[in-house]
């Protein structure tokens, strides 16, 4: 069992920055591959991007490429989304996620582990 507590989001202005922290605690984090998942209202979850256990390789999403980092650190057992140039529309709840195998993956129910999501809102 792995539970992933998100925090950090909040409401920023178009073109600002915010970095969303994942907390995990339980199993051995550097165990997992981590995903950051994100849901609009009405809209379906959607992959943001991805880091494999040692940090060594990440993807992204086309609509976040160049505009997003995801990194890790395994002393900490954390997981780090740091967003600029941010847009109105990647205004959304923002999941992290764990789950094995030894790279990521687009498909959310490859993930096993999931945190409760935090509000992120970008303003026009």
């Known amino acids: 069992q792995v539970e992933l507590v998100e925090s950090g989001g909040g409401l920023v202005q178009a073109g600002g920055s915010l970095g969303l922290p994942c907390a995990a605690s339980g199993r051995t984090f550097s165990n997992y591959v981590m995903g950051w ?3 609009a209202p009405g809209k379906e979850r959607e992959f943001v991007g991805a880091i494999n256990w040692s940090g060594g390789i990440t993807n992204y999403a086309d609509s976040v490429k160049g505009r997003f980092t995801i990194s890790r ?3 900490k057992n954390t997981l780090y989304l740091q ?3 941010l847009k109105p529309e990647d205004t959304a709840v923002y999941y992290c996620a764990a789950k094995w195998g030894s790279m990521g993956s687009v498909i959310d129910q490859e993930y096993k582990y999931w945190g ?3 509000q992120v809102t970008v303003s026009s």
């Open 37 to 39: 998942f994100r849901q």
């Open 73 to 75: 650190d395994n002393a």
């Open 83 to 85: 967003m600029n140039s």
């Open 116 to 118: 409760q999501g935090t």
